[in-house]
């Protein structure tokens, strides 16, 4: 299940390349349980109704590399949480992830798959096509 009314979504860049360069050097992927349905490195798997499952065919390796990717280009959102952005989006297999912060876990991120209309808006089109 989806939410009714979806939050908008924007990629908003404020770094410069190489402060950009330095955040992408501390980011990883930390998962959830939330969004498995498989055992994974994220723990016990949990998968919520309203969650979007991943994909177990998908590696942790590839999963870290895409994020760091996309903090590396700039996919990210304006609002941040203890110096890390809150989000941040990337492509992976030809579907567009979206990675959330994990508070209280700086620079841990969870990630899940969009659906075509959540994309973020990106009017410095910093996120190139798949």
């Known amino acids: 299940m989806r939410r009714r009314n979806p939050r908008p979504r924007r990629i908003r860049c404020q770094f410069a ?9 501390r980011v990883r992927y930390r998962g959830s349980g939330e969004h498995k349905s498989h055992p994974s490195p994220a723990g016990r798997p949990a998968l919520r109704s309203d ?3 991943c994909d177990p065919h998908i590696g942790w390796t ?17 609002a ?3 110096g890390f952005p809150k989000y941040v989006w990337w492509w992976l297999d030809g579907d567009l992830y979206e990675a959330r912060h994990l508070n209280g876990f700086a620079g841990q991120y969870k990630g899940y798959r969009l659906e075509h209309p959540e994309y973020p808006r990106d ?8």
């Open 17 to 25: 390349d190489d402060e950009l360069a330095q955040l992408a050097e």
């Open 51 to 53: 969650a979007t499952p």
């Open 62 to 78: 590839d999963i870290n590399a895409a994020l760091v990717e996309g903090v590396r280009r700039g996919c990210i959102s304006e």
């Open 80 to 82: 941040h949480e203890q």
């Open 123 to 130: 009017p410095d089109n910093r996120l190139p096509a798949p």
